[in-house]
Antibody
Framework: QVQLKESGPGLVQPSQTLSLTCTVS????????VHWVRQPPGKGLEWMGV???????SYNSALKSRLSISRDTSKSQVFLKMSSLQTEDTATYYC?????????WGQGVMVTVSS | ETTVTQSPASLSMAVGEKVSISCKTS??????MNWYQQKSGEAPKLLIS???TLRPGVPSRFSSSGYGTDFVFTINNVLLGDEGIYYC?????????FGAGTKLELK
C-alpha cells in the first residue's frame, strides 16, 4: 500500500541546516509528484516545494534561497534541506503525494529550532 | 501568486446541521480546488479533489461546488466525528496555496 514517512532530527539549533527524508513505498517517484509542506504549531499549512515526477523541482519563493529538494529514486526517497534555520521555522514538516490533490501524507515530523 | 481567502474562520454547529465553507481565489483557477480535513494531531486528509471530485471512501455528506474564483464546501447532516479544521487548497499554479482554515466545532 502507499506510504510516506518523514524522518529527521527533532531539534535543530538556530542558523543550522535542517535535513529531512521522505521515504515512500507503494508507488514510484518517477510517476508521482511529492510535495513538502509545513505547519507551525497551532497555525495553517505552508507549501514549501515539490519534486516533480520528472525530477524537476519548484519552490516557494519565500523559502527558495534556503531550500533544496532532491531525490534518490533507487531508494524511493525525497530529501529536503533548508539552511539558516530560525525559531519561526519550528513546525511539523510533512511530505505528501500528489494525485489530483494530495491523497497520501506522511505522519509528519516535528522540528523545533532552539538552542 | 494566487491568494486563497477562506471563511469563516470558525463554526459551531449542532449535529445534523448543514455546514458551508467559502474559499475565494485572487485568480481564476478553473476547478483546481482541493479540500482537506485535519483532525487534532493528524495529517490532513483529502476529501474532495480537483473538479469537485469526492475521493473514494469519503461519505457523500461531503460535497463542493465552484469554478473560477468562488468555491463552497458543504457538509450535510454534520456528525460529531466531523470536528476538525478544514482547508481549501488551489492546485492550479505554483506556489500552491492554502486557505487559512475553518475550525469546525460541534455543540
Amino acid at each position: 500500500q502507499v506510504q510516506l514517512k518523514e524522518s529527521g532530527p527533532g531539534l535543530v539549533q538556530p542558523s543550522q541546516t535542517l535535513s529531512l527524508t521522505c521515504t515512500v513505498s507503494g508507488f514510484s517517484l518517477t510517476s508521482y509528484h511529492v510535495h513538502w509542506v509545513r505547519q507551525p504549531p497551532g497555525k495553517g499549512l505552508e507549501w514549501m516545494g515539490v519534486m516533480w515526477s520528472d525530477g524537476d523541482t519548484s519552490y516557494n519563493s519565500a523559502l527558495k534561497s534556503r531550500l533544496s529538494i532532491s531525490r534518490d529514486t533507487s531508494k524511493s526517497q525525497v530529501f529536503l534541506k533548508m539552511s539558516s534555520l530560525q525559531t519561526e521555522d519550528t513546525a511539523t514538516y510533512y511530505c505528501a503525494r500528489e494525485d489530483y490533490g494530495w491523497d497520501y501524507w506522511g505522519q509528519g515530523v516535528m522540528v523545533t529550532v532552539s538552542s | 501568486e494566487t491568494t486563497v481567502t477562506q471563511s469563516p474562520a470558525s463554526l459551531s454547529m449542532a449535529v445534523g446541521e448543514k455546514v458551508s465553507i467559502s474559499c475565494k481565489t485572487s485568480t481564476d483557477i478553473d476547478d483546481d480546488m482541493n479540500w482537506y480535513q485535519q483532525k487534532s494531531g493528524e495529517a490532513p486528509k483529502l476529501l474532495i479533489s480537483e473538479g469537485n471530485t469526492l475521493r473514494p471512501g469519503v461519505p457523500s455528506r461531503f460535497s463542493s461546488s465552484g469554478y473560477g474564483t468562488d468555491f463552497v464546501f458543504t457538509i450535510n447532516n454534520v456528525l460529531l466525528g466531523d470536528e476538525g479544521i478544514y482547508y481549501c487548497q488551489q492546485s492550479d499554479n505554483v506556489p500552491l496555496t492554502f486557505g487559512a482554515g475553518t475550525k469546525l466545532e460541534l455543540k
